[in-house]
Structure formats: structure tokens, C-alpha cells
């Protein structure tokens, strides 16, 4: 039996032709490449064959280590797990706050939007590295729903934590505003929780067990 390599995620398929859309991260069937025997035998001698490299500077060196402990120690599952598991929570207080009149749930609400806004900059960096050293930087339909959430997140953070601050009774006090804030912070969810699916597809394909 054949098999083909999706050269953006790595998905291995059997069968006489390659899929006409990988399973996984929906690249196009042209993306497969058959597997064959020789494969590493091709890739070392292309290494010995090129051109010596310049002298890497200080700062090529650096992010140079930096990509190598995103993709060794799997940076970027772990740092997207602070907005999954911190928003949800966020958004529960909010809600806490408007249905039962708790003013301390928004405050810590507050602070966990904050924290988690602050830490979008590493989710977002090492989504990024491992996108292009592990799925060659192909923009597939998987991709781009990806980055248009993480826009999305980190958009609606920066509107409510904005927000917050200018008016800080928002959530407190009754008004179509408050109502106005809560849909933004349902939007927030919304992104977070499409961007976890999404990355959740990557890792585990389409397999229902």
C-alpha cells in the first residue's frame, strides 16, 4: 500500500492516490508527497550540497534557540491554554457580577482579561513559530480561522479592558451599555473557544474516538 505525507502537518494517508484535502489541516492534495524509502537519503545529500551558511549574528542565534524550545518543549499548547482556561472564567464573574450584583467577581474579572491580554504576545509568537516550522507557513482554511481568532481575541480584549477603564461601573451599574459589553465579552469566548477547536483539529485530525 502507497503512502502520502501532507507536507503541511504531517498527516500520513494510505492508498493508491493521496486525499483530495488532508483531514487534518485541509490542505490541498497537491500538498502530499509520497513516502518512499530514500526519503532521508534525498534530504542528506541536499544538506551536503548547499551553500555554507554566513555567520549567524547575536540575534539570529537567540531567536534561533527560542524557535528550538517552542517546538522542543511544545511552548504554544501550553501558553494557549492561559486564555482557554482564564476567559471562560472571566466571563462567568461578568456574569456573576450582572445576575446577582457580586461587584468583586468584576473586579477579578478585570484582572483576568489584563492577564490574560499580556500573555497574548507569547500565545501568538509561539503559534507563529510553530506554524512555520511545523506546517511550513501554509495558509490553509485551518490557518486563517485560526489568525482571524486570535485577531478577534485580541481585539475584544483590548475593547473591554479599555472600556473598563474609562467607565468602570460598565458592568456594575444597569444600562444598554453593560448589555453591549457582555456581547463583546460573549464574542471573546466565541474566538477563544474556535481558535482552542481549531488547534484541537490539528492535533487530533478528524477521528471521533
Not at 26 to 42: L, N, R
Request: with cysteine; glycine share 6%; proline share 6%.
Amino acid at each position: 500500500m502507497r503512502k502520502w505525507e501532507c507536507t503541511v502537518c504531517g498527516y500520513v494517508h494510505e492508498g493508491d492516490e493521496p486525499p483530495d484535502e488532508c483531514p487534518v489541516c485541509s490542505a490541498d492534495k497537491s500538498m502530499f508527497v509520497e513516502i518512499t524509502g530514500d526519503k532521508s537519503t534525498v534530504e542528506q545529500e541536499t544538506a551536503e550540497t548547499s551553500l555554507p551558511a554566513a555567520k549567524p549574528t547575536m540575534a539570529t542565534v537567540l531567536y534561533t534557540k527560542a524557535s528550538e524550545l517552542i517546538s522542543t518543549y511544545h511552548l504554544h499548547p501550553i501558553t494557549v491554554h492561559t486564555p482557554n482556561g482564564i476567559v471562560p472564567m472571566a466571563i462567568i464573574f461578568l456574569a456573576i457580577t450582572v445576575f446577582f450584583g457580586f461587584p468583586l467577581f468584576e473586579t477579578a474579572a478585570l484582572y483576568s482579561l489584563v492577564f490574560v491580554l499580556l500573555n497574548m504576545p507569547l500565545v501568538i509568537f509561539t503559534g507563529y513559530e510553530m506554524w512555520q516550522k511545523r506546517y511550513q507557513g501554509t495558509l490553509t482554511t485551518l490557518f486563517k480561522i485560526k489568525i482571524a481568532a486570535a485577531i478577534v481575541t485580541v481585539l475584544a480584549l483590548s475593547t473591554l479592558i479599555i472600556w473598563r477603564l474609562v467607565q468602570p461601573d460598565i458592568v456594575t451599574v444597569p444600562s444598554s451599555g453593560r448589555w453591549v459589553y457582555l456581547a463583546i465579552s460573549l464574542l471573546l469566548l466565541m474566538a477563544v473557544g474556535v481558535a482552542g477547536h481549531m488547534g484541537g483539529k490539528l492535533v487530533f485530525g478528524s477521528r471521533k474516538n
